[in-house]
C-alpha cells in the first residue's frame, strides 16, 4: 500500500510501512554480508583476504555460517527488490530495476546451493594452486556473474529515478558504479582483493541507492 505527495519534481510514492520494512531489509543486506564475511575472514584458520573470495567461506567445518549468510542476504535482497518495486511504481526505471536486483539477490540463493571450489589453501589443507573447475564451482562462478551484472544494469536503470527526483549528482554516480565494480572483477587476476573490493562496492552502492529511493529518508 502507497499514496503519492508532491513534490517540486513530480510526484512521489510514499511507502506504507510494508514496504518501508522491505525496503530496509534491502538496505540491511550489504552490510550484513560483508560484516559476517569480514569477521569470519579475520578468525578462521588459513583465510586470508589476498587469496581467498568470501565465498570460500562456505567450505570447511564453520562453512554452513557463510550459507546462511548467502541465503540471508539473498532473501533481503529479494525483499528490497520487492520494495523498491512498490516504492516506484509509475516511475521511470520502477519495472525493470528492480527486477533485476531480484536477480541479483537470486544469485545469493544459487551461491548457497552451489558452492566454491576449494583451493588457495583454504580450507586448511586445501592444495595453494586453485584446482580444476568442478560442476558445482562452476555453477557458483556463473551464478555471481549473472547477479553481478544485473545489478550493474540495475545501477544504470535506478538512475532514471534518481534523475528525475532532481538528483543527477547521484545519478551520476549510479551510472558510474557499474564502471568500479567491474574494475574490481577484472582486476582480479592480480588480486583476489580487488575483486571483493568490486563486490562490496557493489553491495553498499546498492544499499545507499536504495536508501536514496526510499521517499522520507534523507541520505544528503
Do not use: K
Amino acid at each position: 500500500m502507497t499514496h503519492t505527495l508532491s513534490t517540486p519534481h513530480q510526484s512521489v510514492v510514499v511507502p506504507r510501512p510494508a514496504t518501508r520494512a522491505l525496503l530496509v531489509a534491502g538496505m540491511a543486506a550489504g552490510p550484513l554480508f560483508l560484516g559476517v564475511g569480514v569477521a569470519q575472514g579475520l578468525s578462521r584458520e588459513g583465510f586470508g583476504f589476498g587469496r581467498n573470495a568470501i565465498s570460500q567461506l562456505a567450505l570447511g567445518d564453520l562453512g554452513w555460517i557463510q550459507t546462511v549468510n548467502f541465503l540471508l542476504v539473498g532473501a533481503l535482497v529479494i525483499a528490497g527488490a520487492i520494495g523498491l518495486r512498490l516504492a516506484l511504481r509509475r516511475e521511470r526505471g520502477g519495472s525493470w530495476g528492480p527486477v533485476l536486483v531480484g536477480v541479483f539477490g537470486a544469485s545469493f540463493l544459487a551461491a548457497a546451493v552451489f558452492p566454491a571450489d576449494a583451493g588457495a589453501g583454504f580450507p586448511v589443507g586445501a592444495p595453494d594452486a586453485v584446482p580444476a573447475m568442478s560442476g558445482h564451482g562452476t555453477a557458483h562462478m556463473a551464478g555471481g556473474m549473472i547477479g553481478y551484472l544485473a545489478l550493474c544494469a540495475a545501477f544504470l536503470v535506478l538512475a532514471r529515478p534518481l534523475a528525475a527526483r532532481g538528483r543527477r549528482g547521484w545519478a551520476l554516480a549510479s551510472r558510474l558504479a557499474p564502471v568500479a565494480v567491474l574494475a574490481g572483477f577484472a582486476g582480479s587476476a592480480a588480486s583476489v582483493l580487488a575483486f571483493t573490493t568490486g563486490a562490496g562496492l557493489g553491495l553498499l552502492w546498492l544499499t545507499a541507492v536504495t536508501a536514496r529511493l526510499t521517499p522520507g529518508t534523507r541520505t544528503d
